[in-house]
C-alpha cells in the first residue's frame, strides 16, 4: 500500500542549530514533493517544492532534498530559531492525480 | 487579503444533523480541496474540484457531498452528522498545471472545528 512516513516523535533541537526532518514514502512515484509548515490552530503553509529531477532546493534558511531512489526526502532549517517550532508536513503530488497526499508530520521544538 | 476564507471556524452538531461548510478563495484558482485532519492520522483527502464544474471523490469521502459553485466557491456538506465525523476540516486552493510547475504549492484556509455529539 501507499504510505508516507514522518517521524512521529518530536524533534526537540536548541537554537542555533540545523534541525533535520526526514520523509519516507513507498508506491509513489512523485512528481513534485512538497513541505508545509502547520501551526496549532492553524492551516498549513506552503514552504517548498521540490521536482523529481532536482536534488536539493534552498530558500533562506530551509534546504530540502529528494533522493527518488531512496524515495526520501530530507528538511532542514539551519540556525533554527523558537519561532521555527511548529509541525512540519510532508506531501507528494504524482502527476496521474490532480491531489496532494500528506505525511502525519513532524513536530519541531527549538529552545533558547 | 488574498487567500481561502472558511467558515465557520467552529460548530457542534448532534447526531443526525446537517451542516454546510462554505469556502471560498480569491485567488483565481482552477483546483479547490476539502481536506480532514485527526490526531495521528494527517491530513487526508475528502473531495476535490480540479476545475469548476468538476468534483471526485478522495480518499474519504462517505458521509460527504461537495457542491462547486463557482470558480470561487467550494462547500462541504454533512447530510447526517456521526461522531466519526468530528474532526478538523480544512479547504484549500492551487493552481494545478502551471502553477505547481512555477513552484507553487496549496493555500489552505483557516479550518472548521467540528464536533457531533
Known amino acids: 500500500s501507499q504510505k508516507i512516513e514522518q517521524n512521529s516523535e518530536a524533534l526537540n533541537i536548541q537554537e542555533g542549530k540545523t534541525a533535520t526532518l526526514t520523509c519516507n514514502y513507498t508506491n509513489y512515484s512523485p512528481a513534485y514533493l512538497q513541505w508545509y509548515r502547520q501551526d496549532p490552530g492553524r492551516g498549513p503553509v506552503f514552504l517548498l517544492l521540490i521536482r523529481e529531477n532536482e536534488k536539493e532546493k534552498r530558500k533562506e534558511r530551509l534546504k530540502v532534498t529528494f533522493d527518488t531512489t531512496l524515495k526520501q526526502s530530507l528538511f532542514h532549517i539551519t540556525a533554527s530559531q523558537p519561532a521555527d517550532s511548529a509541525t512540519y508536513l510532508c506531501?507528494?503530488?504524482?502527476?496521474?492525480?490532480?491531489?496532494?497526499?500528506f505525511g502525519t508530520g513532524t513536530r519541531l521544538l527549538v529552545s533558547p | 487579503n488574498a487567500g481561502v476564507t472558511q467558515t465557520p471556524k467552529f460548530q457542534v452538531l448532534k447526531t443526525g444533523q446537517s451542516m454546510t461548510l462554505q469556502c471560498a478563495q480569491d485567488?483565481?484558482?482552477?483546483?479547490m480541496y476539502w481536506y480532514r485532519q485527526d490526531p495521528g492520522m494527517g491530513l487526508r483527502l475528502i473531495y476535490y474540484?480540479?476545475?469548476?464544474?468538476?468534483?471526485d471523490k478522495g480518499e474519504v469521502p462517505n458521509g460527504y457531498n461537495v457542491s462547486r459553485l463557482n470558480k470561487r466557491e467550494f462547500s462541504l456538506r454533512l447530510e447526517s452528522a456521526a461522531p466519526s465525523q468530528t474532526s478538523v476540516y480544512f479547504c484549500?486552493?492551487?493552481?494545478f498545471g502551471s502553477g505547481i510547475q512555477q513552484g507553487y504549492g496549496y493555500t489552505f484556509g483557516s479550518g472548521t472545528r467540528l464536533t457531533v455529539v
Open positions: 474540484s480540479a476545475s469548476e464544474g468538476t468534483t
Open positions: 484549500a486552493s492551487s493552481e
Open positions: 485567488m483565481n484558482h482552477n483546483s
Open positions: 506531501a507528494l503530488l504524482d502527476t496521474g492525480f490532480q491531489k496532494l497526499v
